[in-house]
């Protein structure tokens, strides 16, 4: 069985996206579980309990603030990485406001971020 802590939570909505972090994030000792939209990922953290949400911020539907903004109202403490091709700062402001832990910029590197998570993860809180 993994451990809460060894678990991320991968949201976007480009499927692409989603299968790359995964396989980068399984070569680093992190599993990571899937959702095509907030909706889909606010089922699962009904359901699961994660170390690290890695979250789109624009996506069709429900953007990612806005799944931030639920996460938060359910009062999930779950920390969360905001995934963005866009350098909004207002955006990031009110994502920070919502207790985002990091905001990383695509294209980004796979493995490199990665290793972040993994760091990040394995971490002393």
Do not use: H
């Given at each position: 069985m993994t451990?809460v802590?060894?678990?991320?939570?991968?949201?976007d909505?480009?499927?692409?996206?989603?299968q790359l972090l995964?396989?980068?994030?399984?070569?680093?000792?992190?599993?990571?579980e899937?959702?095509?939209d907030?909706q889909?990922?606010l089922?699962?953290?009904?359901?699961?309990?994660?170390g690290?949400?890695?979250?789109?911020?624009?996506?069709?539907?429900?953007?990612g603030?806005e799944v931030?903004?639920?996460m938060r109202r359910r009062?999930?403490?779950?920390?969360?990485?905001?995934?963005?091709?866009y350098?909004e700062?207002?955006l990031y402001?009110?994502?920070?406001r919502?207790g985002?832990e990091?905001y990383?910029?695509?294209?980004?590197?796979?493995?490199?971020?990665?290793?972040?998570?993994?760091?990040?993860l394995?971490?002393?809180?």
């Open positions: 451990s802590c060894n678990r991320a939570l991968v949201v909505d480009q499927k692409g996206v989603r995964r396989e980068a994030l399984l070569i680093v000792g992190v599993t990571a899937l959702a095509c907030g889909q990922a089922e699962r953290l009904g359901q699961e309990s994660y690290l949400v890695l979250l789109d911020m624009k996506m069709p539907g429900m953007s603030l931030l903004t639920e009062g999930d403490k779950t920390p969360v990485w905001m995934m963005t091709a350098e700062v207002k402001e009110e994502a920070q919502l985002a990091q990383v910029i695509k294209p980004f590197d796979v493995m490199d971020l990665a290793q972040k998570v993994n760091l990040w394995r971490s002393p809180v």
